[in-house]
């Protein structure tokens, strides 16, 4: 064996025992990993969210306490909120007295793609109409629609007035967060001037109306929107008891929206599929609905409205034919004394069974996948099927 042989030999020799001495260090080192380098990786990390974690800490509230516990600032550094977004919505807490978003708003808004400018926009229009500002899920829902901050807030122009009131329920958001139901709202954004508003409880609805009918704002076209059945139409059902139920993703049941808060769907999703909802289901149920209780406030709200106002029931089966009992869109036809047009569906629909004929004045029909049409429609008569406004139009043209 020559030298040179010799002195490979040996070096190979003392490569092993190297391994076999310093181990990982040696071995992963030999295989390109430096732990020098992770180490120095994790400390900085380290570093990076104690400072992090510090900054948020030292943002108070007017009166000097800490905005957010410990676990909110464990949850933004998770989910990576900027400590600047953080810092510079505190400008507001000084006309609000408050922080404006709690963490789970922030971080809410950041998983819908909310911009941060858009919601510093939203505040500044809120300070300026001496509001509180939104919750979190109505400024997600304002974005989506493409509203404009400055339009957040009714303003008035010569087009004629909607109203679009939003449910805050929405299973999966397949039946009002669509793209179809998104095209729907951003066309009558087009067409009018719109405010628009989440409803949690009938109440919303009607302190919300009443409110703009008294800063002298009148709806020409007025959109319902929720899960809805013959009987109802559901704004909000997240509550059961006191615990809150998740939105679970429903569209492999079914293709259109259904009344979740009719006790009778609650048990037989639960027998179907217990995981669906992570709390079991409760005796009382949710009650954030329109209904027939609410005949008399639907008479109310709409006693001032004007000849040919119209409304769009975008709910499920508000007119399903049922000889027994009256439906829930059969008490908006009941209130529509002064000549308004009443639309609805008298079977369960998607949003793309929507075919809109003229957006004004509001036309549509409801035309399923079976190519039936299933919209109901009730309009002010005279002399037959010619709608009354038609007959005037004429008697000011020809008389």
Same mark, same amino acid.
């Given at each position: 064996?020559?030298?040179?042989?010799?002195?490979?030999?040996?070096?190979?020799?003392?490569?092993?025992?190297?391994?076999?001495?310093?181990?990982? =260090?040696y071995?992963?080192?030999?295989?390109?990993?430096?732990?020098?380098?992770?180490?120095?990786?994790q400390?900085?990390?380290?570093?990076?969210?104690?400072s992090?974690i510090?900054?948020?800490?030292?943002?108070?509230?007017t009166?000097?306490?800490?905005?957010?516990?410990?676990?909110?600032?464990?949850?933004?550094?998770?989910?990576?909120?900027?400590?600047?977004?953080?810092?510079s919505?505190?400008?507001?807490?000084k006309?609000?007295?408050?922080?404006?978003?709690?963490a789970?708003?922030?971080?809410f808004?950041?998983?819908?793609?909310?911009?941060?400018?858009?919601?510093?926009?939203?505040?500044?229009?809120?300070?300026?109409?001496?509001?509180?500002p939104?919750?979190?899920?109505?400024?997600? $829902?304002?974005?989506?629609?493409?509203?404009?901050?400055?339009?957040i807030?009714?303003?008035?122009?010569?087009?004629?007035?909607a109203f679009?009131?939003?449910? $805050?329920?929405?299973?999966?958001?397949?039946?009002?967060?669509?793209?179809?139901?998104?095209?729907f709202y951003?066309?009558?954004?087009?067409n009018?001037?719109?405010?628009?508003?989440?409803?949690?409880?009938?109440?919303?609805y009607?302190?919300?109306?009443?409110?703009? $009918?008294?800063?002298?704002?009148h709806?020409?076209?007025?959109?319902?929107?929720?899960?809805?059945?013959?009987k109802?139409?559901?704004?909000?059902? $997240?509550?059961?008891?006191?615990?809150?139920?998740?939105?679970?993703?429903?569209?492999?049941?079914?293709?259109?929206g259904?009344?979740?808060?009719?006790?009778?769907?609650?048990?037989?999703?639960?027998?179907?599929?217990?995981?669906l909802?992570?709390?079991?289901?409760?005796?009382?149920y949710?009650?954030?609905?329109?209904?027939?209780n609410d005949?008399?406030?639907?008479?109310?709200?709409?006693k001032?409205?004007?000849?040919?106002?119209?409304?769009?029931?975008?709910?499920?089966?508000?007119f399903? =034919?049922?000889?027994?009992?009256?439906?829930?869109?059969?008490?908006?036809?009941e209130?529509?004394n002064?000549?308004?047009?009443?639309?609805?569906?008298?079977?369960?629909?998607?949003?793309?069974?929507?075919d809109?004929?003229?957006?004004?004045?509001?036309?549509?029909?409801?035309?399923?996948?079976?190519?039936?049409d299933?919209?109901?429609?009730?309009?002010?008569?005279?002399?037959?099927d010619?709608?009354?406004?038609?007959?005037? =139009?004429?008697?000011?043209?020809?008389l």
């Open positions: 064996m020559g030298l040179v042989e010799k002195l490979r030999n040996v070096s190979l020799t003392l490569g092993l025992a190297g391994s076999l001495v310093y181990g990982w =260090n071995s992963q080192s030999s295989h390109g990993i430096d732990l020098n380098q992770n180490s120095k990786t400390i900085t990390e380290k570093l990076n969210h104690d992090y510090k900054k948020v800490n030292s943002i108070k509230d009166s000097g306490n800490e905005v957010f516990t410990k676990e909110d600032s464990e949850s933004l550094y998770s989910n990576r909120i900027e400590i600047q977004d953080l810092i919505l505190k400008e507001f807490s006309d609000f007295g408050f922080y404006p978003y709690r789970s708003d922030l971080i808004l950041e998983e819908e793609n909310v911009l941060l400018d858009y919601t510093k926009q939203s505040l500044e229009e809120t300070i300026k109409n001496s509001k509180l939104f919750d979190s899920y109505s400024l997600s $829902r304002f974005y989506l629609m493409g509203i404009e901050p400055k339009n807030f009714f303003e008035d122009t010569p087009k004629p007035n679009i009131s939003l449910p $805050r329920w929405d299973p999966g958001e397949i039946g009002f967060w669509n793209s179809d139901s998104i095209k951003k066309n009558i954004l087009k009018y001037d719109v405010l628009a508003r989440v409803m949690f409880y009938d109440t919303d009607f302190q919300t109306r009443d409110k703009m $009918r008294k800063e002298g704002v709806f020409d076209f007025n959109l319902i929107c929720g899960h809805g059945s013959r109802d139409i559901t704004f909000d059902a $997240r509550e059961m008891g006191k615990k809150p139920i998740p939105a679970p993703d429903l569209s492999f049941l079914f293709g259109y259904f009344n979740l808060a009719s006790p009778p769907i609650f048990d037989h999703l639960y027998q179907l599929d217990p995981c909802f992570s709390v079991p289901i409760y005796d009382s949710p009650s954030q609905v329109l209904e027939f005949k008399s406030s639907i008479l109310e709200d709409m001032n409205d004007r000849y040919y106002d119209t409304y769009f029931l975008f709910s499920c089966s508000t399903m =034919n049922n000889r027994n009992s009256p439906t829930i869109g059969e008490v908006f036809v209130s529509a002064n000549g308004q047009i009443i639309y609805g569906a008298t079977e369960p629909f998607r949003s793309d069974y929507i809109v004929i003229s957006y004004y004045p509001f036309d549509v029909r409801i035309i399923n996948a079976n190519h039936k299933i919209t109901y429609v009730h309009k002010p008569k005279m002399f037959g010619v709608p009354l406004k038609i007959l005037n =139009n004429i008697s000011d043209k020809f």
